[in-house]
C-alpha cells in the first residue's frame, strides 16, 4: 500500500511539471497577445499547482500515520496470532495424543482379533476333522457331566455287553440300567447347508435329514439294549448354532429319532438333564435313608418322654422340699415363741414339804 501511495503521488508531480511546461510554453507565445490575461492565468495555476503540494504534503503526513497505524494493527495481529498458532498446537498435541492412545487400543484390538481369528482358524480344523471333532465334543460333553455329577454314577467310554463302548453312561442308584451318551455329530452336512444358496438349500436339507437319522438309528442299534441301558439314549450335539439350526431346518427330526427312542440335546439342555439326574440322586437318597432317618426320630422321641418325666419327678421333687421347708418353718417358729414365754416367766421360791413326825 505505501509503494501504491508512492506510485500516485510521483504521477501526479510529473502530470504537474507537464502542466507547468505547457503553460510556460503557452505563456511564450501569447506573451505579446494577451499578456494580461496569460499572466492571470499563470498565477491561478501556480497557485493551484501550490494548492496540490500543499494536498500532496497532507496526503504524505497522512501516509506516514497510517503507516504508524499499520504497524500497530501488524504488531496486535502478529500478537493475536502467535498466541492462536500457540492455542491450536496445543489443542493439535492433545489430539495427536488421543489419537495415539486410540491406535494403541486399536492395536491391541487388532491383536486380539489376530489371535482370536487363529482360534477361530484351529476351531474350523478340528471341525473339519471328524476324529477331532468326536474328541471336541467328548471332551465338552465331559466337562458338563463331570461339573454336575459325582464321579461314582458315570464313566466314559464303558463297554456294553454288546462290545460298542459310547461315550458317557451315567448309572442312577438302584437302577440297573444305565443312560447313554454320544457326543459325535455330523457336521458336514451342516456346512453344506450354511454354504447352500436359495436353489440348492432343498438339497442341503435333505442331506442333513438324512445325516442325522442315519447317526440316531446307529445310536439306537448299537446302544440300546434291554435291561442294561435306559431309553431315550442322549445325542449331544456339542453346538447352540448347529441345534438351532437342525430346529430351523429340520424339526421333524427330532420326533423321528423320539420314536427311535433317541433324544437330542444341545450343551444347554444336557446341563438341565444333569441337574434333573442331582434331583433324583437327592430323592433316591432320601429314600434309602428314610428307614435310617425314621428311627433316629423314634429313639428321639423315646428321649423326649424320658425327659418329661424326669421333669416332672423332679418338679415333685421341689414341691415336696417346699412343704418340709414350710414345716420346719412353723416348728422354729413355735419353738422360738415358746422360749419366750419362758424368759417371761418369773419364778418363786418353793418351800420345802412338812414331815410329819
Given amino acids: 500500500m505505501t509503494a501504491l501511495l508512492a506510485a500516485l503521488i510521483a504521477g501526479l508531480l510529473l502530470i504537474a511539471g507537464a502542466l507547468f511546461a505547457l503553460l ?81 487400543v486399536i492395536d491391541e484390538a487388532q491383536k486380539n482379533i489376530t489371535a482370536l481369528s487363529g482360534q477361530v482358524v ?34 466314559f467310554q464303558a463297554p456294553l455287553s454288546n462290545g460298542s463302548r459310547p461315550d458317557c453312561l451315567i448309572r442312577l442308584p438302584n437302577a440297573k440300567a444305565a443312560i447313554v451318551i454320544d457326543s459325535k455329530f455330523p457336521l458336514e452336512s451342516f456346512a453344506g447347508l450354511r454354504a447352500a444358496g436359495d436353489g440348492e438349500r432343498k438339497s442341503a436339507v435333505a442331506a442333513v435329514r438324512s445325516d442325522v437319522l442315519k ?41 423321528r429319532a423320539l420314536r427311535e427312542q433317541v433324544v437330542i440335546v444341545s450343551p444347554s439342555i ?39 418325666e424326669r421333669v416332672m419327678v423332679l418338679q415333685r421333687h421341689y414341691a415336696q422340699g417346699e412343704a418340709d421347708l414350710k414345716d420346719v418353718a412353723i416348728s422354729t417358729e413355735k419353738i422360738v415363741k415358746r422360749a419366750g414365754s419362758i424368759e417371761a416367766v ?8 412338812q414331815i410329819s413326825e
Fill in 270 to 308: 444336557l446341563m438341565l438333564a444333569v441337574m434333573t439326574v442331582q434331583t433324583v440322586m437327592k430323592d433316591a437318597r432320601m429314600r434309602e435313608q428314610a428307614s435310617l432317618i425314621q428311627r433316629e426320630v423314634g429313639l428321639l422321641l423315646q428321649d423326649t418322654r424320658r425327659l418329661a
Fill in 24 to 104: 510556460f510554453a503557452l505563456s511564450r507565445r501569447g506573451r505579446d497577445e494577451n499578456g494580461g490575461l496569460l499572466s492571470a492565468r499563470l498565477e491561478a495555476v501556480a497557485a493551484a499547482q501550490n494548492e496540490i503540494s500543499g494536498r500532496f504534503a497532507q496526503a504524505i503526513a497522512g501516509q506516514t500515520e497510517l503507516q504508524a497505524v499499520l504497524a500497530g494493527r501488524l504488531d496486535v495481529l502478529d500478537c493475536r496470532l502467535g498466541e492462536t498458532l500457540k492455542e491450536n498446537a496445543s489443542r493439535t498435541a492433545e489430539t495427536l495424543g488421543g489419537i495415539q492412545t486410540r491406535l494403541s
Fill in 122 to 155: 484351529s476351531l474350523q480344523e478340528i471341525l473339519a476333522n471328524k476324529q477331532a471333532r468326536g474328541a471336541f465334543g467328548q471332551q465338552q460333553m465331559e466337562a458338563i457331566v463331570a461339573d454336575g455329577l459325582p464321579s461314582t454314577l458315570y464313566s
Fill in 215 to 255: 447317526h440316531v438309528k446307529d445310536i439306537a442299534s448299537k446302544y440300546l439294549i434291554p435291561e442294561e441301558t435306559q431309553t431315550p439314549a442322549i445325542m449331544f450335539v456339542p453346538s447352540e448354532s448347529i441345534y438351532a439350526d437342525l430346529h430351523e431346518f429340520c424339526p421333524d427330526v427330532f420326533q
Fill in 346 to 353: 418369773e419364778l418363786t421360791p418353793v418351800e420345802p414339804p
